[in-house]
């Protein structure tokens, strides 16, 4: 029996920003009070992964001065820059079972079958409450954690140096040790290969929720990789009559078409006009609702322009650089009508929707298989990085 015990086991470690991650020895704490320490069974890899993999900031002065390093944090949140820290356990699409629990928990016991989420779900707070948000107050939720938690780490080396934490998830580890606000206990009957998927990117594309898409109407995606294909799925159930793909690749039309793409406009291949120019003449008038699944300030721009005026819904999902502003004309904002809003996470409340999407994939409704294109085994989780930044795969799962 492990429980109360720091378990030694395998994580892969980003040690240098950009450098392949190494597998090693860690030793991972027990649980505190409302924790949780789960044995992740699989996890796959979102781009926000990659993301922070390849931030480099100062994170050389950190076995310097702990006082220095403080202060480089407190200047990145000022300047909402965030901190790249290493070494670093990143990984935050999984899915484990509970091996001990905290004091206080109560909502979940040895053996359970659970996923961990970056974003947390307290279930007592205004907004946790309220059917409206998904946006907890009292673990609020940063782009720019430091560690997490108490701004402790759980995670340290066999040389009891100290690993951080990756959006409180960390997955690229045979253990890891999560706050219970951010544990989603779920149906054990899903496979585990798809499961995980839920935690972040395919779940952010639920269109059902942040648009509220309704029969028979017309959508816009920009960025067919997996959170667009995501969005796209969501449409189809939903009963939209038109999913417009628009991608620079032009494969992704055929990908698109097996999530309910029924369109397709690719940039490159539409002389001078602008892609906002052709989605309105293509829909007389402009969508209904437009999805920016890049992280692209201005394709969030495409995506207002190209969307009804009166009634069209831009929602912006893709994550773009912290200090990257969006300009809008007041005139046009007055005159247009439309609305313009941004997601963490599709609008999704973790703990009530992650069990709705889960039942709609056992009903065989939700397709979740297709986004799985690759899956390999831990020793190999680099070429998960490769194959995503060669634009190789929607999501690759990685078996513990
Ligand atoms: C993202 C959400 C925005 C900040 C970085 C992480 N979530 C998951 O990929
Ligand atoms: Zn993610």
Not at 9 to 26: F, G
Not at 383 to 399: H, P, T, Y
Request: proline fraction near 4%; include cysteine.
């Amino acid at each position: 029996n492990t429980a109360g015990k720091p378990i030694r086991c395998r994580a892969a470690i980003a040690r240098k920003p950009r450098e392949p991650l190494v597998i090693e020895e860690v030793i991972v704490a027990a649980p505190k009070p409302r924790e949780v320490r789960i044995k992740i069974i699989c996890t796959s890899l979102c781009h926000s992964d990659i993301n922070y993999w390849k931030l480099e900031v100062d994170s050389c002065l950190r076995s310097k001065l702990v006082f220095l390093l403080k202060l480089i944090n407190d200047c990145c949140f000022l300047l909402k820059r965030p901190p790249a820290i290493f070494p670093r356990i990143l990984g935050h699409e999984a899915i484990g079972v509970v091996e001990s629990i905290g004091e206080g928990v109560h909502e979940v016991v040895e053996g359970d079958t659970v996923i961990p989420m970056f974003l947390p779900d307290c279930g007592e707070c205004a907004d946790c409450l309220s059917k409206k948000s998904n946006l907890c107050s009292k673990y609020p939720f940063h782009c720019t954690p430091w560690v997490g938690r108490d701004e402790t780490s759980r995670f340290t080396d066999i040389n009891g140096e100290t690993l951080y934490h990756f959006l409180h998830v960390s997955s690229f580890t045979e253990y890891t040790v999560v706050e219970m606000a951010r544990v989603i206990k779920v149906d054990p009957a899903i496979p585990a290969n798809r499961a995980c998927l839920l935690s972040c990117g395919v779940s952010t594309g639920a269109a059902w929720k942040a648009a509220k898409v309704e029969i028979g109407t017309t959508v816009a995606i920009f960025g067919l990789g997996a959170i667009g294909l995501a969005v796209a799925e969501g449409a189809r159930l939903c009963g939209a009559k038109r999913i417009i793909g628009v991608d620079v690749n032009q494969d992704k039309f055929e990908i698109g078409k097996k999530f309910g793409v029924t369109d397709f406009v690719n940039p490159r291949n539409i002389g001078d006009k602008t892609v906002s120019q052709v989605i309105i003449e293509m829909t007389d008038g402009g969508a209904d609702y437009c999805f920016e699944c890049v992280g692209l300030t201005s394709l969030v721009h495409e995506a207002y322009a190209a969307s009804r005026k009166g009634w069209g819904k831009t929602v912006m999902l893709g994550v773009d650089q912290p200090e990257s502003m969006l300009t809008l004309s007041s005139f046009g904002l007055l005159e247009g009508g439309k609305s313009l809003t941004g997601s963490l996470f599709g609008g999704l409340k973790p703990k009530s929707d992650i069990p709705v999407l889960i039942k709609r994939y056992m009903d065989n409704e939700l397709q979740l298989d297709l986004f799985v294109t690759h899956e390999v085994e831990f020793e190999d989780i680099n070429k998960a990085f490769d194959l995503l930044l060669e634009g190789k795969s929607l999501r690759c799962v990685i078996w513990m």
